[in-house]
């Protein structure tokens, strides 16, 4: 970011704070990353994992992202098993 990559687009940054156990500061860049890749699964995945550490599980599922349609049928999926619209088979 300093080097003048807009922080908003750092998601590995997301990651680092997440292992980093910087829940809130990592919750903060999934988000704002997801206002700029709108469509892209993994940030409100994220972010709602971040959110369970802090909120618990529920919560963070209630507070989950809703992202635009994602191409990837996979991280379709995905997003709906966490959002719990879909059953594990």
């Known amino acids: 970011?300093?080097?003048?990559?807009?922080?908003?687009?750092?998601?590995?940054?997301?990651?680092?704070?997440?292992?980093?156990?910087?829940?809130?500061?990592?919750?903060?860049?999934?988000?704002?990353?997801?206002?700029?890749?709108f469509a892209d699964t993994e940030e409100s995945v994220w972010a709602m994992i971040c959110e369970a550490k802090l909120f618990g599980?529920?919560?963070?599922?209630?507070?989950?992202?809703?992202?635009g349609f994602d191409f990837r049928p996979v991280m379709r999926t995905v997003y709906e098993l966490f959002r719990g619209e879909r059953e594990s088979e």
């Open 1 to 37: 970011a300093a080097l003048g990559y807009p922080k908003a687009l750092l998601w590995q940054r997301g990651l680092s704070l997440y292992y980093a156990d910087r829940m809130q500061d990592g919750d903060s860049q999934f988000r704002e990353d997801a206002r700029w890749n």
């Open 57 to 67: 599980f529920e919560e963070a599922r209630r507070r989950m992202l809703q992202v």
